[in-house]
């Protein structure tokens, strides 16, 4: 179901409806074997997900102090609410506007041990398409990335350009993870890293 009326009205009541909606989803898990050990050993990695997918895994991963890239575009607003409330840690910014600032706070991050969340679609697209920022980062810092997909047992769409998830009460939500990926050195390392990543969603969407 797409609705195209739904975007203002989540923007403007998003973080009270989306808290109220999160505590009926049913998470179920496959993949974890491959980045808890990460975390375990506190060794700093990127989780990449797709923008469509960030509500849900906003809910299955909030209270865990994991740094998130979000948008400077208005609509990152209520977003950067609703993960301030869960326990992120915003850093504004993206791979297009704002760029370089925000690319720069998610590997100091990094380089200072965290855990980081990324959207490679985003802010504004093209949808499900790795943009470079991502891969550039984890390059850049020396960490790996793994992939998250989710999908929704029954959900509503947003009419905006990702298609926005919002899975419905009491669905059943399954999440896959990918294992890590580890990003090479160079020009070369980059353009792998990202047709990696992009596989890596594809897998895990399929998965999910």
């Not at 808290?19 to 009926?24: D, V, Y």
């Not at 977003?79 to 297009?96: E, F, K, N």
């Not at 009460?169 to 990003?183: F, G, N, Q, T």
Request: aromatic letters at 8%; a positive charge; one cysteine or more.
């Amino acid at each position: 179901m797409k609705l195209g009326w739904a975007e203002p009205v989540a923007a403007a009541i998003g973080p009270t409806l989306i808290k109220t909606l999160a505590a009926t989803w049913r998470f179920r898990e496959r993949g974890t074997e491959n980045w808890r050990p990460l975390w375990d050993a506190k060794r700093p990695f990127i989780f990449v997900l797709w923008h469509s997918r960030i509500l849900p895994l906003l809910a299955l991963h909030k209270r865990e102090a994991v740094v998130v890239l979000i948008s400077r575009h208005r609509d990152g607003g209520y977003l950067a609410d609703l993960a301030a409330q869960w326990g992120y840690r915003p850093v504004r910014g993206s791979t297009q506007r704002g760029g370089e600032v925000g690319l720069l706070g998610i590997v100091r991050a990094l380089q200072g041990g965290a855990v980081v969340a990324m959207t490679p679609d985003g802010p504004r697209g093209p949808a499900e398409r790795v943009q470079p920022g991502a891969v550039a980062a984890a390059q850049h810092a020396g960490v790996p990335i793994v992939a998250v997909g989710a999908r929704p047992s029954s959900a509503w769409y947003l009419g905006s350009w990702d298609r926005m998830c919002i899975p419905k009460p009491l669905s059943a939500i399954d999440v896959a993870y990918s294992r890590p990926i580890e990003i090479g050195a160079g020009k070369d390392g980059l353009r792998r890293g990202i047709d990696e990543v992009s596989r890596g969603l594809q897998e895990v969407m399929t998965a999910s």
